[in-house]
Structure formats: C-alpha cells, structure tokens
C-alpha cells in the first residue's frame, strides 16, 4: 500500500498533558469519595488502555514502517499515552487500589495483530482506532464515575486522544466526521 | 376497504421493520463503543467478543476476568445481555466494565450484531 502520508499532511502538534492536569490526576482524591472501589476498577481499565496505547505507538515506532517526521509525532504520542499512564496509576495508588501491570510487547503485538502491519498507513490506521476506541470508552464511562471529578479528567482525557485521532486522520486523509460523533 | 386494510399492514410492516434489531447498525456500534477495549478474536484489556451469546458470562478462555464476572452463572442471551449492557454493575456487582448503554435500541442493535459472531 502506498503511504498517502505527507510531511506537511502530518502535523507536529499538539500539547503534553500539562503539570496541571498531572496535578489535578494526582490531587482528586483527596475528599470523602463514593465509591473508590468502583472508581479504581474504572480507572484500572483506563490504564489498561493507555498500556495498550504506548506499547501500540513502541510497535509502529520499532516497525521501520515510519518516515521520520511521522515517527516523531508517534514518539510524542506515545509520551502523552504515558503520561496518562503515570497520572492514572497514581491515583489508583492513591483511592487503595493496585494499578493493573503492563503485560509484555508481545502480548499486545498479538492482540493488536501487529504482524499484519505491512506500511505506514497500516501503522496509522491502527493508531487511529486505538485512539478512537480510547476517545469513545472515555466519553462513555464518564457517567460511571461516583467522584465528579474523576469524571472531568476522563472528559480531559478524552480531549487528548480526540485530538491525537485527529491528527491522525488527518494524516490519513480520512474525512471531517460530522458534529456530535465522538462516543456516539 | 381493501385500501384501508392494504394501509394498515404497510403501516404495521413498517413499525415492526423499525422495531426489529439491526446487526448492521449493531457492527457499526460495537466499532464505535465496545472496540476501545474489545477484539472480536482477541483479548485486549476486554474478552474477545466471538461467541459471547450463548455462552456464560465470565468464561472465556484465556481472559484474567474480575473474581465476581468470573464466579457469576449469568448465561449471555438477549435478556441478561440487554441487562448486563444498560448496567454491568447492577447485574453482576464487583465486575469491572464501567461503561453503559443507555438505550433501549442500541442495546438490541449491539445485541444482534453480537448474537451473529
């Protein structure tokens, strides 16, 4: 398949998750809560995605498929995914839960079928519906949340991966969805 | 009279097309919702979703599932499937899936596309 990825297609841009969302992950909570059971198993799956996704971007980064301009963007997506990471884990640690492990590269590359990833596009299809999926489980467990402000941070988190599939399909060429289609 | 009761069945056909589920629509809901976390042949940070219908909730092989999803007898047809999709936790407490669809018809939709996996 042929790459319809350009440099100037693919923009180098976008924001890290800032000290102050890091902050607001790591400080929420910090009054009487719910139900931080519920919540910790809620965020645990959130980190499970986010595992999902680095190790995502580290197999389309060690794959040779990318040009560089495009593994750039990918080594800075996956710094935002491990971010999300560190912030998540510290506040399940936190509410007095565990945070579920990372399993090994190969068990993602299995599960995501990496083997079947021939071309940069396949690289950024792939990506695209992590951060899609990822863009949609967190608008839709945002109700799902006893502590509100858990809730703002998944809508926060959201936001990144919105804007990481963005760019993405962008780069892919992939048409403007219509109003209102993320986590419908 | 013959008209009026040709109406009628049109009119009957069409409100029972539009109640019947939709796999195809349930295809594109389950790529939009569930694929986040779920494969239809791999376990991600959800089970595999290939034969979930039919078969009991918890039990699929290979899959490190919660110790309540994993201990439950639930059998996945349409009822508690619609059950456990509107509100995983209220249908079995202690399980891990924090996400709910709300409706009614994408419940069934979603339902009938996996009914066919």
């Known amino acids: ?142 109700p799902s949340f006893a502590d509100k402000q858990l809730a703002k941070v998944a809508a926060r988190l959201a936001a990144d991966e919105a804007m990481h599939w963005a760019i993405l399909a962008n780069a892919l060429g992939k048409p403007l969805p219509g109003a209102l289609s993320f986590g419908a | 009279m013959k008209a009026h009761a040709s109406a009628c069945l049109a009119l009957a056909l069409a409100a029972a097309g539009a109640a019947a589920s939709d796999a195809q629509r349930g295809a594109r809901l389950y790529e939009a919702r569930c694929g986040g976390c779920h494969g239809v042949d791999e376990h991600r940070v959800g089970p595999k979703l290939r034969g979930v219908f039919g078969r009991r909730a918890g039990s699929a092989p290979g899959f490190a599932y919660s110790p309540a999803l994993a201990a439950s007898t639930l059998v996945l047809n349409e009822a508690t499937l619609a059950r456990w999709l509107a509100d995983p936790e209220a249908t079995i407490p202690g399980q891990a899936m924090g996400y709910r669809v709300d409706d009614a018809r994408d419940r069934a939709d979603l339902i009938a596309y996996l009914r066919g996996l």
């Open chain 1, 1 to 142: 398949m042929q790459s319809t990825v350009s440099r100037r297609g693919f923009v180098a841009g976008g924001a890290t998750l800032s000290a102050g969302a890091i902050a607001l992950l790591a400080g929420v909570p910090m009054r009487a809560h719910a139900n931080p059971a519920a919540d910790v198993k809620i965020l645990n799956t959130a980190l499970a995605l986010e595992h999902e996704a680095i190790n995502a971007y580290q197999l389309g980064a060690a794959s040779g498929l990318l040009q560089k301009p495009v593994l750039e963007v990918a080594v800075k997506f996956q710094a935002d995914h491990k971010a999300h990471r560190d912030a998540l884990a510290s506040t399940i640690t936190k509410l007095g839960g565990t945070p579920v492990a990372e399993k090994k590269l190969d068990e993602y590359a299995k599960a995501l079928r990496a083997d079947t990833l021939k071309s940069q596009n396949d690289v950024l299809e792939l990506a695209a519906r992590l951060e899609l999926g990822a863009t949609n489980a967190y608008l839709g467990v945002i």
